[in-house]
């Protein structure tokens, strides 16, 4: 489950993402040539490189489209100057099959596929959690008692806090794969994580409250008020 290593640098890199502006941006600086597939394609993107939008659904990037979208760009793709690659960002981590499929295509970079595969189990996942010594509040697999408080139900293979909400008795279940976890007191917040692979470092912080501020005084800016 470790990311795949290339012998030869990839003359064409395939990003894909919800939102593949920050990975276009890093590899254009990098000095690749890139072709973006999100969910957006908005200015900023398709002035760094082509882009192929790809619909969005509840849980991320279209699974069928992507992949169809994928083999037409392959196909289409000049091979002569060196391998084409795959990186993958938010967006795939409810689709470990379709990244299978996608590596009898296009060499795909970062983590296989049985890693997303494994963090979808809940049970797994909080397995790992607790083996690793990794705090997190109290989680279980079934709902909890009707007074046992405030409670979240989070379906796993999202991201960007996409299928979670507030749990209610006698809500109806999620069908994909799903946890409970009690809701704590304080401010969210988000963190970006660098993976490397000789450590793990946190590059970016943010509260939400000072975030929301931050996008509210950009609108009054940029638009009449």
Known sequence: MSPEIVSARPAILLLVANSARALAESAVRGGYRVHV???FCDCDTQALAPCTPIPLDERGLDA??????VERLIGALPTADGPVALVY???LESCPALLARLQRHVTVLGNAPEVPAR??????LL????ALGIAH???RLEPPPADGGAWLVKETGTCGG??????????PRPTAPHYFQRRLAGEPADVLIRPRLSDIAITDFHRSAVSIAEGVRAAEHALPM
Do not use: I, N
Request: aromatic share 2%.
């Open 64 to 69: 069928a489209c992507l992949e169809s979208a």
């Open 162 to 171: 996409l299928g979670v909400r507030p749990w209610r008795p006698g809500d």
């Open 119 to 124: 963090l979808g189990e809940p049970a797994a």
């Open 89 to 91: 960002g938010a967006g």
């Open 37 to 39: 597939l999100d969910g």
């Open 127 to 130: 397995r790992l959690l607790d």
């Open 137 to 139: 509040p109290q989680t």
